[in-house]
């Protein structure tokens, strides 16, 4: 690719180059400052013995990443942050397709649904997290107040070790709010011909679905649950404001046992060296996307 | 008639087209109904809580509307905890959301037009880094970041949630750059004929037509920097710098359990003006998501 930018060019090509590289200027400059650079110097910092000042930094080599392998919680954190990402990936895009469809009927009043569908979605953020201290509060709560007029004694939420994963993930479900957008925008692209072709072959419901939606909706899919692993990963405020990691360790996830070791026991090596190891995850599994998506997306030719 | 025929009636009503249709309405609804009143749930108890007096709010089976309104609670929440000053931590939200929804506008806006519409070497390559830095999680920079704004002398001001917005963000770029890619060649060939130059042609061409693209961004930027937590507990220390999100959490460290009507009165004021802004905003914000990042 560098060949190319010794080749001679016209003046007026230039120009537009040199234009466009002005108006990407701000953005470069904000990538070099405000990611590559962090991201290289964590790196670096990751080796050291970095804990409050810059100065006197020691070189350990692998010592912090030696340290979490050998710290318990470090461990549990990171099968917390996999049981919360693969639960809000797969329910939440489940629940999203299926809001998006519903959506999709030809039925009126859907404009009101959808706008209230995706009202979870604007609302999050600390005042809706304090919200639902309260609904998940286990004897006054609405939640389980609901679920003994059905009859069902409601477990403990937020109070309990083995609930806490899965009512952040209950709760993750009220904010699909975009990932249902771009699936409901996904949908209504489909060409009718191809289910009005479906109809003639004699196509029930569920194999117009399986057969005809799913291999066209693919594409969106895979957008979907690309970027919803990542966001799966930045879910800091309901960890700060309902749990702080607890009961025990069990809702300790990688973003706030990075938080707690950056800035309450001020050991910003260690932290650093969590926040590749992060960065790792997330690259492993984007690529792991990639490679499953070759199965299952289906590109139009 | 027979009971058989009555039943092959029943049955050819169904399959009629109108009968399948009705059925599948009321299927529909039996589904959108209940999920819809689910979804506006935290909501209302947010609200109902907001508007009981605090004898009230442990009461057994929970009500989700109060015997008696108490508005009292808005004006006592918003004054009544000495440390949180509600009305200055408003002031600091508003002002980091504005200019950041206009420093986003503004970066992100040229950044689209570059790589929707000029050509360039390499631009491929920085495209790529585009789609890439989309996937890194910006919670997970917070330590650098910190030192280099600790360098810069920026703790405990607003310019470590200020600056950046002026330097582009990703996701908006690529949304923009979508948008931008449906816009006709024709006109800005046209355009150039007349002689108007690339900032002629954002201005005048590209701008105009990008509203609903350009108010979806400003939305997002607006929900994003209002219930922006994260940032501003790292970054700011004194209480008069502090934004909307962290007085609320003080608010619930300093009364642990107990003043619960109060805190959610300060939620509930907290969450309006997204709420306005959703309202006023919804059909530009679906418009604009549906269009943006599905098709590669």
């Given at each position: 690719m560098f060949r190319r930018f010794l080749r001679p060019i016209s003046p007026s090509a230039r120009r537009e180059e040199r234009i466009f590289y002005l108006f990407i200027l701000p953005w470069l400059i904000g990538l070099v400052v405000f990611n590559a650079g962090p991201v290289l110097g964590m790196l670096g910092l990751s080796f050291t013995d970095w804990r409050i000042s810059l100065d006197n930094l020691q070189f350990i080599g692998l010592d912090n990443y030696a340290t979490l392998a050998a710290d318990p919680i470090f461990w549990t954190s990171v099968g917390n942050t996999l049981y919360i990402v693969v639960g809000r990936v797969v329910f939440g895009t489940a629940f999203a397709l299926l809001l998006a469809i519903l959506l999709n009927q030809k039925v009126p009043g859907i404009p009101f649904f959808r706008a209230v569908y995706y009202l979870p979605t604007v609302t999050a953020g600390v005042a809706v997290a304090l919200v639902w201290i309260w609904i998940f509060n286990p004897r006054l709560g609405i939640l389980n107040y609901s679920l003994k007029q059905i009859g069902i004694t409601g477990p403990p939420w937020i109070y309990s070790s083995t609930w806490v994963k899965p009512s952040l993930i209950l709760m993750s479900l009220f904010q699909v709010g975009p990932n249902?957008?771009?699936?409901?925008?996904?949908?209504?692209?489909?060409?009718?011909?191809?289910?009005?072709?479906?109809?003639?072959?004699?196509?029930?419901?569920?194999?117009?679905?399986?057969?005809?939606?799913?291999?066209?909706?693919?594409p969106v899919l895979f957008f979907v649950i690309i970027i919803s692993v990542v966001s799966s990963f930045q879910n800091f405020t309901e960890i700060r404001v309902m749990t702080e990691g607890g009961p025990g360790e069990s809702s300790n996830v990688l973003i706030w046992y990075l938080w707690e070791n950056a800035f309450i026991f001020l050991q910003l090596g260690v932290a650093a060296a969590v926040a590749w190891i992060m960065f790792v995850i997330l690259m492993a599994l984007t690529g792991l996307q990639f490679r499953l998506g070759r199965r299952w997306v289906f590109y139009e030719v | 008639m027979t009971k058989a025929k009555q039943r092959k009636k029943g049955y050819a009503?169904?399959?009629?087209?109108?009968?399948?249709?009705?059925?599948?309405?009321?299927?529909?609804?039996?589904?959108?109904?209940?999920?819809?009143?689910?979804?506006?749930?935290?909501?209302?108890?947010?609200?109902?809580?907001?508007?009981?007096?605090?004898?009230?709010?442990?009461?057994f089976p929970p009500r989700l509307i109060p015997e008696t309104l108490q508005w009292q609670n808005f004006p006592d929440g918003w004054y009544g905890y000495g440390y949180v000053d509600f009305t200055t931590c408003t002031w600091n939200s508003l002002k980091i959301t504005v200019n950041n929804i206009i420093g986003n506008l503004v970066s992100c806006t040229l950044a689209a037009y570059a790589f929707a519409r000029l050509k360039a070497r390499g631009k491929n390559f920085w495209f790529a880094i585009v789609l890439a830095t989309m996937l890194l999680p910006n919670e997970a920079l917070v330590v650098p970041q910190y030192v280099l704004f600790s360098r810069f002398g920026w703790l405990d001001t607003h310019l470590p949630l200020m600056v950046p917005a002026w330097f582009g963000w990703a996701f908006f770029i690529f949304l923009l750059r979508q948008f931008f890619m449906t816009i006709p060649e024709e006109l800005v060939d046209a355009a150039k004929i007349d002689g108007a130059g690339h900032a002629r042609i954002l201005l005048q061409i590209f701008i105009p037509l990008s509203k609903p693209a350009l108010a979806t961004l400003a939305i997002f930027a607006f929900i994003g920097n209002w219930n922006n937590f994260f940032g501003p507990l790292l970054y700011l220390r004194t209480p008069d710098v502090q934004t909307l999100p962290v007085c609320l959490v003080q608010y619930q460290g300093a009364y642990g359990n107990t003043e619960w009507h109060l805190m959610m009165a300060v939620a509930t004021i907290a969450v309006i003006p997204v709420l306005l802004i959703f309202i006023f905003g919804q059909r530009y914000f679906v418009e604009g998501i549906a269009t943006s990042g599905v098709k590669r």
């Open positions: 249902m957008i771009i699936l409901l925008a996904g949908l209504q692209g489909v060409p009718k011909e191809l289910y009005e072709s479906a109809e003639i072959d004699g196509a029930g419901n569920w194999a117009k679905f399986r057969n005809v939606t799913l291999p066209m909706l693919s | 009503w169904r399959n009629t087209i109108k009968g399948r249709r009705a059925i599948g309405i009321i299927l529909t609804f039996a589904l959108l109904v209940p999920i819809g009143i689910i979804f506006v749930m935290p909501f209302i108890v947010m609200v109902s809580t907001a508007l009981k007096p605090l004898n009230q709010v442990f009461a």
